[in-house]
């Protein structure tokens, strides 16, 4: 039997082998004290789709970053496993892009330098020109045509997390990783960076995964919003498919018939 064909049974259903980009597997994360182990995350189980956008919400705690992370490879896995298109990982990679809430730039660098440290990195056989383009592309997709040759340090922080947004997507990866990356911006610059997110998106359909606290952004951005229990010993909760089609307005999705339900049953979720 073609193990594409296999269906997997996980805590948010019945997912196909083959349309499934990202799988976690009774993960667990444990960190040694004095006092014993504590237990952060444990029989973690979550099936993500091929070009499927999924926002996680929880409690401050919950171990939302801590998964993020050991998705990323930059933080060891205590037990189960993560999988990209079927391959365990075995630590950080190219086919994974990272925004953080703080984009950690190379401050004494410019924003095209900032963008092409990862695209060397990825398209090592390209000509110098053709990583210029591919850097200055992005760039410009974020709307920083004009300061391609402004260093970091001079940089607006809505302009850094620009600059890293258009870094973890000129490195063409399979999944991208959104850890709060607006969570420190002003709610003017957030709204405007949410849209230049999902337009880039919506073009590349890349599998994208984004911890938020924010019910709203949480929902304006998710095929899946997939609600973490309180920690320790974590797990999923709870998994909200937001029905809207794309591409999305934010005025359209405001005015949807289902816009409250989903924010309510989100916001009783968080206050149990």
Request: charged share 25%; hydrophobic share 40%; aromatic share 8%.
């Amino acid at each position: 039997m073609n193990t594409n064909t296999i269906i997997r049974e996980t805590e948010n259903g019945l997912f196909p082998a083959s349309k499934v980009m990202l799988d976690l597997k009774d993960l667990k994360k444990i960190y040694p004290t004095p006092k014993g182990d504590y237990v952060v995350l444990e029989n973690l189980n979550l099936q993500i789709m091929k070009e499927e956008f999924v926002t996680i919400i929880g409690h401050s705690g919950c171990g939302k970053t801590t998964m993020l992370s050991m998705i990323a490879g930059l933080n060891e896995i205590s037990g189960g496993n993560i999988a990209v298109l079927g391959k365990y990982i075995k630590g950080p990679g190219p086919d994974r892009g990272v925004i953080f809430q703080s984009p950690s730039l190379m401050p004494w660098m410019t924003s095209l330098q900032n963008v092409l440290l990862g695209v060397k990195q990825v398209f090592p056989h390209a000509t110098k020109a053709q990583r210029n383009d591919i850097a200055k592309y992005y760039l410009q997709k974020v709307g920083l045509e004009d300061a391609f040759y402004k260093k970091a340090s001079e940089l607006s922080q809505g302009m850094q997390q620009r600059v890293g947004i258009a870094r973890a997507f000129a490195i063409k990866p399979k999944v991208l990783l959104l850890d709060e990356p607006f969570g420190m911006l002003d709610s003017l610059t957030r709204g405007e960076l949410q849209d230049i997110l999902i337009e880039i998106w919506n073009k590349e359909k890349i599998t994208a995964v984004m911890i938020t606290h924010d019910v709203d952004e949480a929902i304006f951005l998710a095929d899946r919003v997939v609600m973490m229990t309180s920690g320790p010993k974590a797990k999923i909760g709870d998994i909200l498919n937001i029905d809207f089609k794309r591409p999305r307005t934010r005025k359209s999705v405001l005015e949807h018939i289902d816009y409250y339900t989903y924010r309510k049953h989100l916001i009783d979720f968080l206050e149990h």
